[in-house]
């Protein structure tokens, strides 16, 4: 397979007025969290955000290691729902010393550039900064971070920035190609 050139960029706030709004979508759009750890709903929202954009880090879980993740104290997913349909997600996963990582965040193709996007990112990052309220013993937030890269959609940085993330690193690396899920062919308009 042939190797393709891939920058991340890893961006942070450190503090939750560093949170900047986003208007809500019109119409039915409503974000729930997935309270009980579903390894199968998990793997599907991974795939279908992540299948045209060559995701596939978390392809090779068996359905133990999902379950494992899942079920790690802290981790939350909060998914958002256009008039009953699962649109996209955003998925926390805290870390040592009140730093939360929004591990995944996207959309399904047919909803992107819908403005569905920035309200689930704006509502998933206030999630992170009040992690602690949901788990108690946890030490409070005091920086939330992500990284995004050359694969994801091409508003993904500027959704980001939108937000209030700030860019603190930048690194390009070679990366194998490699099959994903999806898109079938023909599943969206070119």
Request: proline share 9%; glycine share 10%; charged share 25%.
């Amino acid at each position: 397979m042939p190797n393709l050139a891939v920058t991340t960029w890893s961006l942070e706030q450190t503090s939750p007025d560093d949170l900047l709004p986003a208007e809500a979508p019109q119409g039915d759009v409503r974000i729930v969290r997935a309270e009980v750890p579903s390894p199968e709903f998990s793997r599907f929202l991974y795939a279908s955000v992540g299948g045209d954009i060559l995701w596939t880090d978390r392809l090779g879980w068996t359905y133990a290691r999902w379950q494992e993740h899942l079920e790690r104290p802290g981790v939350e997913t909060w998914v958002a729902y256009d008039r009953g349909t699962p649109a996209g997600y955003v998925e926390l996963s805290p870390q040592d010393d009140g730093v939360v990582e929004i591990e995944y965040f996207g959309l399904i193709p047919p909803f992107r550039g819908r403005r569905i996007g920035g309200y689930l990112l704006a509502y998933g990052t206030a999630r992170a900064w009040d992690l602690a309220e949901r788990w108690p013993g946890r030490a409070p937030t005091k920086r939330v971070w992500l990284h995004t890269c050359s694969k994801d959609g091409e508003h993904a940085m500027a959704n980001y920035q939108r937000r209030g993330f700030k860019l603190f690193d930048t690194k390009v690396e070679e990366e194998a190609v490699a099959a994903t899920p999806g898109p079938w062919p023909g599943a969206y308009p070119a």
